[in-house]
T-cell receptor, first 110, second 121 residues
């Protein structure tokens, strides 16, 4: 079965602390993994994708095929990072049909 | 120009009624997707169009749900005999080209609309 699991519904950290949002997946084949973010009252938007191997707003995510994980990390959280984060996957070559996790709310306290 | 536009932003309807939700994709985007997001859940795929045709409708929950995209641009999601369980946020997304093998990643990013919040009472 194709599934994305985000075990934490809420992650609360203080400003300046490291952040790790967990994502595990199950998929038979070659998936492409993404992190989407939704800030308050804004639309869902792409944060980063594993094939780009880039850092966006200080966030990075490494695909670990052995552990089937794609955890999102940031060394020093900022208050403006507070948002809902969704991990998602698709079959490589079909980036619109996404399978999403349930989402994790990141709350960064001052 | 503007991003993906969805109308209405909110819709309240009575159980058993028919509703239509509209999506205006980004101009030139050939791929269009509908998702449904229930409270506390991530978006769930419903259907996707490549041009005018529905390339994959495997996510539609039952035959009360139907979507069209007659001219390859605007799409309408239609729900017949609405039920309280249909209450959710319906999201639309579009991308430049779904067939992205060998193409730059920017061509395949899906851009989402703000969604239509449907409440069935």
């Amino acid at each position: 079965a194709q599934r994305v699991t985000q075990p934490e519904k809420l992650l609360s950290v203080f400003k300046g602390a490291p952040v790790e949002l967990k994502c595990n997946y199950s998929y038979s084949g070659s998936p492409e993994l993404f992190w989407y973010v939704q800030y308050s009252r804004q639309r869902l938007q792409l944060l980063l994708r594993h094939i780009s191997r880039e850092s966006i707003k200080g966030f990075t995510a490494d695909l670990n095929k052995g552990e089937t994980s794609f955890h999102l990390k940031k060394p020093f959280a900022q208050e403006e990072d507070s948002a809902m984060y969704y991990c998602a996957l698709t079959r490589r070559g079909n980036t619109g049909k996404l399978i999403f996790g349930q989402g994790t709310t990141l709350q960064v306290k001052p | 120009g503007a991003g993906v536009s969805q109308t209405p932003s909110n819709k309240v309807t009575e159980k058993g009624k028919y509703v239509e939700l509209r999506c205006d994709p980004i101009s030139g985007h050939t791929a269009l997707y509908w998702y449904r997001q229930s409270l506390g859940q991530g978006p769930e795929f419903l259907i996707y169009f490549q041009g005018t045709g529905a390339a994959d409708d495997s996510g539609l929950p039952n035959d009360r749900f139907f979507a069209v995209r007659p001219e390859g641009s605007v799409s309408t999601l239609k729900i017949q005999r609405t039920e309280r369980g249909d209450s959710a946020v319906y999201l639309c997304a579009s991308s430049l080209n779904n067939r992205n093998l060998g193409q730059p990643t920017a061509n395949t990013e899906a851009f989402f609309g703000q969604g239509t919040r449907l409440t069935v009472v």
